[in-house]
Structures are given as C-alpha cells and as structure tokens.
C-alpha cells in the first residue's frame, strides 16, 4: 500500500489544493496531444507502406507479364510502351518509398516527443503526490498536537471538582 492511498484513509486530505496542478493538466494535454498526433501518423505510416507493397505488386506483376509478351510480340511500339509504364511505376516506387521513410521518421519523432511528455508528466504526477503526502503528515501532527493539548488540559483540570473532563474551561473563566 502506497503512503497516499494510507492518507487518504486516515487524514481529510480535501482540503488538498495542488499549486501545480495547471502545470499538470497542461502537461497531460500534452501527451495526449502528441498520442493522437502519433495515432495518426501510425495511420499514415501503414497507408504508406500498404500502397508501396502494392506498387511493388505490380511492378514484379508487370515485369512478368512484359518479359512473357517481349518473347511473344515483335511490335517495339507494345514494347516502348511497357517500358515506359514500367519506368513510371518505378519512379511512383521511389516516391511512396520516400513517403513511407518520412511516415516512420515522423512516427520515430512523434514517439520520442510523447516519452518524454508522458515521463515530465509522471514526474509532475509524482511530486503531487508527495505534496499530498506531506500535507497528511502535517495534518496529522496538527490532529496529534491538538489531541495532545486537550488531553494535557484534562489532565491539569482532573483535580478541579468543578470542570468536567469534557468541558471547556474558556468559558468559565468570564
């Protein structure tokens, strides 16, 4: 069991107010922020790399398909053809290949920037509670001083027949 849940069971700790807090929620607006930034960037990531495979499909597709018609067909305007729209599914390629190396440089950045906000949080997070715990603690000792004044104070009247060791002797004295 932690020292804050232990508090929050035998100390109000209501009356808890966190300085920091704007700081903290700032840093949680942070992360999830950079979460649905790199969600995102996740999604686009595998958009890239779904239409590279498919363009590396039809380019070993076509390449097939242009070696088997280059043996059977002797029209070399069929052939130009081919070629080029071979040239440009390579150059569509190298495109969505540079697509996707940015799609994971963004995503490799992205999650980098989310580790180090979810541990800034964290450590803000940790520091609330420690504060939570310290003002337990001295709640605590304050409740400890108090009991100990009222007991000190029964005591000193237990001789005295005419206080009670529940009364309060502030008011008698006017």
Partial sequence: M??????????DTRGFAYAMEPLRRQAQWR?????????????????????????EAQIRRFSEEGALGARASVDPNAYRR???YL?????LHSQQ????????????ELQ???????????AIESHRDESRALFAQEARRKQASETDRDWL????HAGDPH???HQSTEGESA
């Avoid at 992360?31 to 363009?55: F, M, R």
């Fill in 31 to 55: 992360v999830d922020s950079l979460t649905q930034q790199l969600t995102h960037a996740k999604s686009q990531l595998a958009k890239a790399e779904a239409a590279l495979t498919d363009t």
């Fill in 153 to 156: 104070a029964r005591v000193a």
């Fill in 163 to 165: 206080v009670a060791p």
């Fill in 87 to 91: 040239a440009h599914l390579q150059q």
């Fill in 112 to 122: 980098a920037a989310c580790n180090a906000a979810q541990l800034r949080l964290e």
């Fill in 2 to 11: 932690s020292s804050t849940q232990r508090t929050a069971r035998d100390v």
């Fill in 82 to 84: 081919m070629l080029a």
């Fill in 97 to 108: 290949s540079h697509a996707r190396n940015d799609a994971r440089k963004t995503c490799a």
